[in-house]
């Protein structure tokens, strides 16, 4: 059992011996590697950034009008709740309202001599 133990604590060592090299050599690349890459950014900014304006456009020039109309539908979607919200309380007041011109309307007309 004890033999076990210390293998395990062998393969431990093994792996923090293994990541601390391979910390040392990516920090090493990093450092040796940086000029290129700040040399390379400086020369490719130009490039990225009208790749990023070309793809941008592209992008709009596809999605926009999907865009357009989902906004267009949120609208009337939007108008059509507004109204809904105002009409709906009104409703039992217009019933009345029809109620009482039905009844005054059904009564017959009179027979008065028209000037």
Same mark, same amino acid.
């Given at each position: $059992? &004890?033999? #076990?133990?210390?293998?395990?604590? *062998? *393969?431990?060592?093994?792996?923090?011996?293994? $990541? %601390?090299? $391979?910390?040392?050599?990516?920090?090493?690349?990093?450092?040796? %590697?940086? @000029?290129?890459? /700040? =040399?390379?950014?400086?020369?490719?900014?130009?490039?990225?950034?009208?790749?990023?304006?070309?793809?941008?456009?592209?992008? %709009?020039?596809?999605?926009? @009008?999907?865009?357009?109309?989902?906004?267009?539908?949120? =609208?009337?979607?939007?108008?059509?709740? =507004?109204?809904?919200? /105002?009409?709906? !309380?009104?409703? !039992? #007041?217009?019933?009345?309202?029809?109620?009482?011109?039905? &009844?005054?309307?059904?009564? !017959?007309?009179?027979?008065?001599? *028209?000037?």
């Amino acid at each position: $059992m &004890i033999e #076990l133990a210390l293998l395990a604590v *062998a *393969a431990v060592a093994v792996c923090a011996v293994v $990541m %601390l090299m $391979m910390a040392v050599l990516k920090m090493a690349l990093w450092l040796v %590697l940086l @000029p290129v890459r /700040l =040399l390379l950014y400086v020369i490719l900014l130009p490039l990225l950034l009208l790749l990023k304006l070309a793809f941008g456009g592209l992008v %709009l020039l596809v999605v926009g @009008p999907v865009l357009a109309i989902a906004l267009f539908a949120a =609208l009337v979607a939007g108008l059509v709740a =507004l109204a809904a919200t /105002l009409i709906v !309380p009104v409703l !039992p #007041l217009l019933f009345i309202v029809f109620v009482v011109w039905v &009844i005054l309307r059904s009564k !017959p007309t009179s027979t008065a001599i *028209a000037r």
